[in-house]
């Protein structure tokens, strides 16, 4: 049943009455804006900062990206951050209801939960709810739900629509080094031969015959079937397993993870993110 949405200006007044009665704030104590701020709720630290630290890998479109040859330092400055994505903009969003400018944080699948919790206040980029994860972090309320299934080139869907038939010596399944994808693939595909390649131009290694199929989340396989002709989604309505999409926040810090879900649920619900999804899915896509 929906719980009806507390008043965020309540619960930010709430918060900055802790916060100036304790007479001191994160900047002045020399606090990184990483997990360990003492009592203190995330959201007071971001709003007395005045900018919402993000972490991203920007290699996972429609998700997240950061064009290989972008500018290393063009993100810095919050005006040209050199981002794009569902989840930067969803990021961009909650900033702007922050009223806060962003700091973004590139990082990597390997290095993702390591670097949000030296780091920054949220991680967004299509990252996947698991329990290994969440032994160690909050997650937001989901996105949307999900599930792995193959991305392969047009002729040759019905050589790949099932696990046994990837699992066989010769087939070459392409996959993006840490994070779930290369998880799935060693646990199931232990006859095949695995390529690991860089998230960026993964899907051009299809294309050109280097690989034959990947298995990723059907969310993605959906935008890429949207932009490259020559590849089609397998099963994107039947995916081998099931999980949610989240944003990663801090692991105990209930009053922030209370205002993103807040924030959320009134983006889902009030055309945000349908707007934003479409940009990148087409208006026919069904997720």
């Not at 390649?197 to 969310?219: K, W, Y």
Request: net charge negative; aromatic share 10%.
């Amino acid at each position: 049943m929906p719980v009806a949405p507390a008043k965020p200006h309540l619960v930010l007044a709430a918060s900055l009455t802790v916060l100036l009665a304790a007479g001191c704030s994160a900047r002045e104590t020399g606090e990184e804006p990483g997990p360990h701020l003492g009592g203190q709720s995330r959201l007071d630290a971001v709003l007395v900062r005045g900018a919402l630290n993000v972490c991203t890998t920007g290699d996972y479109r429609p998700f997240t990206y950061l064009a290989p040859d972008a500018d290393e330092t063009a993100y810095l400055d919050p005006g040209d951050d050199g981002f794009t994505g569902i989840d930067v903009d969803m990021a961009r969003d909650l900033a702007e209801e922050l009223k806060v400018g962003i700091e973004w944080t590139q990082t990597s699948w390997n290095d993702l939960v390591d670097d949000f919790l030296a780091h920054c206040d949220i991680a967004v980029g299509g990252i996947s709810v698991s329990t290994a994860r969440a032994e160690t972090v909050y997650f937001s309320a989901p996105l949307m739900e999900d599930g792995k299934t193959p991305m392969t080139r047009c002729e040759n869907v019905d050589d790949y629509r099932t696990i046994e038939q990837i699992n066989q010596p010769g087939v070459r399944s392409i996959v993006p080094s840490g994070g779930t994808n290369e998880i799935f693939a060693e646990e199931h595909y232990p006859d095949g031969e695995l390529i690991r390649h860089d998230n960026n131009t993964i899907f051009d290694e299809i294309v050109a015959g280097n690989a034959d199929v990947m298995t990723t989340d059907a969310s993605e396989v959906l935008w890429a079937a949207n932009e490259y002709e020559e590849l089609c989604a397998v099963n994107p309505g039947e995916p081998f397993d099931y999980f949610e999409k989240a944003f990663m926040l801090p692991r105990g810090d209930d009053v922030f993870k209370h205002y993103v879900d807040q924030w959320l649920n009134t983006a889902l619900n009030d055309g945000t993110y349908d707007r934003i999804v479409e940009a990148w899915f087409g208006p026919d896509a069904e997720l």
